[in-house]
């Protein structure tokens, strides 16, 4: 009913940065909210605010995940192309 997940997810390493990036991650609820006119700017908002709500649970599964202390830099939400994105910065 919520979601089972995104359908892919790709990881890229750019330096210092671990960019991982969801994609087809909306839940069926909010596929439907859509299709009813719900604006896309509010699924991104409910979205951003439930990420930031667990930033620290995300870095520490991710860290756990790499076996190295993992920052969460930055968070991209684009519901209107239907993907989530967090890029992780390591080291000092």
């Known amino acids: 009913l919520l979601g089972k997940?995104?359908?892919k997810v790709e990881?890229?390493?750019k330096g210092r940065d671990v960019e991982i990036k969801m994609i087809d991650s909306l839940t069926q609820i909010e596929r439907n909210l859509i299709k009813c006119g719900y604006d896309y700017k509010m699924i991104n908002f409910n979205r951003n605010f439930l990420y930031n709500s667990v930033k620290e649970d995300i870095q520490e599964k991710v860290s756990e995940l790499c076996n190295m202390t993992m920052f969460l830099k930055n968070i991209d939400v684009d519901s209107?192309?239907?993907y989530d994105k967090f890029v992780f910065t390591f080291g000092s």
Do not use: E, W
């Open 5 to 7: 997940g995104p359908r």
């Open 11 to 13: 990881v890229i390493v």
């Open 80 to 82: 209107k192309m239907n």
